[in-house]
């Protein structure tokens, strides 16, 4: 059976402020950091094979205290990427709530795609082939894979067998950790937004 452990990113200083999607330069704040380095504590107490990060800033800075406790260099991977927002990214929320298309995206997700910008359907499809690749290289061992709210939350939509209009009924704070056990054709989700500072 694999193991893993899907962590969001530490705290920047966009959250709850503004969309960063795949804006460049956003990075940890200081709290991102000391959650980062109390994920890096705990899981360097586990028995981890493997770290998996987006390709973004913030979340190669939380995977390289786990790294660092664990032996392990964070291995970027393309498809654990921010969902693309498009036009949306960089925007903050005040103007995000003025427009009747992100209104609509965040009532129907499957309905609506971001201007310029990737389907929510897309975003879940390139996760699970990658945690599908995962679990093919090392059906025992423990992985960790850091990326965004958004991804992991269709990732467990997906093993979890529910619709992704219902998305926002997940929460998953900076730098909590999901836990996904799969074996074979089965899969089970153990625990969701677990927080360690």
Request: charged share 25%; hydrophobic share 40%; proline share 5%.
């Amino acid at each position: 059976m694999a193991v893993i452990l899907l962590v969001r990113h530490g705290v920047t200083d966009t959250i709850g402020r503004s969309l960063s999607g795949r804006t460049p330069g956003v990075h940890l704040n200081d709290e991102g950091r000391r959650q980062a380095e109390r994920l890096g504590e705990y899981l360097g107490r586990k028995n981890v094979a493997a770290i998996y990060a987006s390709p973004m800033e913030r979340a190669v800075e939380t995977a390289a205290p786990i790294a660092a406790r664990t032996g392990h260099s964070p291995l970027v991977r393309p498809r654990l990427n921010e969902m693309d927002f498009g036009a949306w990214s960089g925007l903050t929320f005040d103007e995000l709530d003025a427009l009747e298309q992100w209104r609509r995206f965040n009532v129907n997700r499957t309905g609506v795609r971001p201007p310029g910008g990737e389907h929510v359907i897309d975003v879940q499809e390139r996760m699970i082939a990658e945690l599908e690749e995962l679990r093919n290289r090392g059906p025992s061992e423990v992985v960790v894979v850091v990326g965004h709210a958004d991804p992991l939350k269709t990732v467990l939509s997906y093993y979890l067998g529910f619709s992704l209009e219902l998305l926002s009924r997940i929460e998953l704070s900076p730098a909590s950790m999901s836990e996904l056990f799969l074996d074979g054709w089965t899969s089970c989700v153990r625990s969701m937004n677990v927080t360690v500072y």
